[in-house]
């Protein structure tokens, strides 16, 4: 008899992140033989019956996948939206769209590589913010850029009342028309890259996320994807 915890279990058995489950569990929409599970809650995977939106979850463990998909611009970093837009499981065929979810996120107008999986515990040591999983961008800027400007974005702005982490920025070229500038930052913030460049003076024209961790895009075509056959992390 091994017991764990709810939220990881649902992770392990492939059916959403741990954070994803957290939520789930505060709404009510999980059951562990018939009562309402609580954060915290341990369970027996092998005997109780936990049920999941109205399912029970297979005792069977899902194999573990790792997708890499370059996203284009312009498709939503989820697996479903209510306004009909295109997601990134609209560029999957069949068998990858049930029970997969992607691994952080890239904004609506961002594009470039994202990992996608179907195992929650793996997803969980990839996208949380301890790990400090590396991840490098292309950003092209409206403008050009000056020394001061380049400093405090190294060093870190203030944003929502926290200072970003620092980090590597390469100037690749700048002209009174352009800048381009390569990043790599382990801090993931909602838009961040998007609110420090505002933050500055700033628009982001272009934003493309060339890597993430180990894991580079090399010659995949944007739209396309690939499975990661290993993934040592």
Known sequence: MIYQRINKTLSIYGICSRRKAELLIRDKKVLVNGIIATIGMKVDPEKDIIIVNGKRISKLKLKSQLLLLNKPKYVITSCSDNK???????????????????????????????????????????????????????VKLDKEIDNNS??????????????????????????????????????????QIRRIAAHLGFKVKDLKRISFG????????EGDWKIVKSYPI
């Open 84 to 138: 009909g837009r295109k997601t990134i499981l609209d560029l999957l065929p069949y068998q990858y769209q049930k029970g997969f979810f992607p691994i952080g996120r890239l904004d609506y107008q961002s594009r470039g590589a994202l990992l996608i999986t179907n195992d929650g515990d793996l997803c969980y040591k990839l996208s949380h913010p301890k790990f400090e999983h590396k991840k490098t961008y292309i």
């Open 214 to 221: 180990n894991f580079s895009l090399g010659n995949l075509i």
């Open 150 to 191: 380049l400093d405090l974005w190294r060093s870190g702005v203030n944003l929502d009342g926290r200072d970003t982490l620092s980090c590597f920025i390469q100037l690749v070229s700048t002209n009174s028309q352009k800048t381009v500038l390569k990043i790599v930052m382990k801090e993931g913030r909602n838009r």
